[in-house]
Nanobody, 118 residues
Framework: QVQLVESGGGLVQPGGSLRLSCTASGITFISMYDMGWYRQLPGKQRELVAAITSGGRTNYADSVKGRFTVSRDNFKKTMYLQMNSLKPEDTAVYYC???????????WGQGTQVSVSS
C-alpha cells in the first residue's frame, strides 16, 4: 500500500521559513516517480506550487519563484519544500503528489497546514 506522509507544516510569521517533507512508503522505485507540491485553499482548486521530475528537473509557480526550493532524496524516498520569505497568501493546505512516469498512476498525501500570520 502506497502512502505519502507530509510533515513540517505550522504557523509562522510573515517573512519566516518552513521546510516541508514528504516521505513515501510502499513504493519500491521512487526514482520512477515525478513528484510535486500542491496547495489548496477552502473552496478553491488545488494548484501546483513546485514540481521535481525523477531526473531532478524543477518547476515552480510564478508566485513562489525565488522563495521556495523543491528537492528530493531518492535514497530516503523523501521530497522537501524549503519555503522562505513566507507571505500570508502562502497560507493553505499543502499536499504531496507522486506520479509514476510509466503508468501515470498517482498518489496524494493527506496534506499539512501552513499558516502565515502575525
Amino acid at each position: 500500500q502506497v502512502q505519502l506522509v507530509e510533515s513540517g507544516g505550522g504557523l509562522v510569521q510573515p517573512g519566516g521559513s518552513l521546510r516541508l517533507s514528504c516521505t513515501a512508503s510502499g513504493i519500491t522505485f521512487i526514482s520512477m516517480y515525478d513528484m510535486g507540491w500542491y496547495r489548496q485553499l477552502p473552496g478553491k482548486q488545488r494548484e501546483l506550487v513546485a514540481a521535481i521530475t525523477s531526473g531532478g528537473r524543477t518547476n515552480y509557480a510564478d508566485s513562489v519563484k525565488g522563495r521556495f526550493t523543491v528537492s528530493r532524496d531518492n535514497f530516503k524516498k523523501t521530497m522537501y519544500l524549503q519555503m522562505n520569505s513566507l507571505k500570508p497568501e502562502d497560507t493553505a493546505v499543502y499536499y504531496c503528489n507522486a506520479k509514476n512516469r510509466g503508468s501515470a498512476q498517482q498518489f496524494w498525501g493527506q496534506g499539512t497546514q501552513v499558516s502565515v500570520s502575525s
